[in-house]
């Protein structure tokens, strides 16, 4: 028995020790081995979650301080040139009033976003569902995102039932496909066609955005709905997104028990949003 006791003493210790070898006891131990590892194992788990989540609280603040210094490097200069010159033409003073006006509107927007994940993150966010006409809504948001997408000769078509129902919260679920909208309004190439499509499987939908352009490498797929990503790295924050939309997107299609995913090929990049149907 003293033998056994200190045999289970060593595997404690084992287990407490900094290294991924396995705890070893005698045969007539196994149970005991067993546990021990398993135990072990939990530990490894929670030691790297914590690790991880403590990279991601850095990299939410070197990300912060980043891409807020632009907008509000940019407003300190208009500001401060408006300072110096007090007799400065009235319109060239109402053109930098203008441009400070619309670097702090930006940089109210980037923001708002941050705490917006932050929200997410934290769960405290609350659903509201009801039942929503899926097609209407794809419609409406397609009507008001066009005079973005006919800029660039780009137009959106729909091929879905026009009787499909979803139970979601109306206002998170029209965030999530006009962040995906716009997305793809981004990235088309001019003169084509962003088609939008459905399919029923089971008690499920699955509402795809499909886009002509530039195809995407597999690495950087795999990124495409991290925080602060953005697959054209030479776009500095003052011209692109905060590289937070997709990130929410997919955070409110999780909370409504969905899935959100996206696949590149031959110059086609398309995005599925799985969502529960309406009872």
């Known amino acids: 028995m003293t033998r056994y006791f200190k045999e289970i003493n060593q595997g404690i210790d084992s287990l407490l020790a900094d290294n991924k070898e396995e705890i070893r006891l005698s045969p007539e131990m196994l149970p005991f081995e067993k546990k021990l590892n398993a135990v072990k194992l939990t530990l490894e788990q929670r030691k790297a979650e914590i690790e991880l989540a403590e990279q991601r609280k850095n990299d939410l603040v070197m990300y912060l301080a980043h891409d807020i210094r632009t907008p509000l490097t940019s407003v300190i200069g208009y500001l401060n040139l408006l300072e110096e010159e007090p007799d400065m033409p009235i319109a060239q003073r109402s053109k930098y009033t203008h441009i400070t006006l619309d670097k702090a509107y930006r940089l109210e927007k980037m923001i708002d976003e941050f705490f917006e994940i932050t929200r997410y993150n934290s769960q405290q966010i609350k659903l509201s569902k009801e039942t929503i006409d899926l097609y209407y809504m794809l419609v409406q948001l397609a009507d008001e995102l066009s005079p973005a997408l006919l800029a660039h000769g780009n137009t959106v078509v729909i091929n879905a039932n026009e009787n499909l129902s979803v139970f979601a919260d109306a206002d998170k679920l029209a965030r999530v496909f006009s962040n995906i909208l716009k997305n793809a309004a981004a990235y088309s190439y001019p003169n084509t066609e962003i088609v939008i499509s459905t399919q029923e499987t089971g008690e499920q939908i699955i509402v ?53 995913s996206v696949s590149s090929e031959n110059d086609t990049i398309t995005f599925f949003v799985q969502l529960p149907m309406a009872n």
């Open 208 to 260: 795809s955005f499909q886009n002509k352009g530039k195809e995407i490498s597999n690495e950087k797929l795999s990124s495409l709905f991290d925080k602060f990503y953005r697959v054209d790295e030479s776009r500095v924050s003052d011209t692109g997104g905060t590289g937070l939309g997709l990130a929410i997107a997919k955070e409110i299609i999780v909370l409504h028990g969905g899935a959100i």
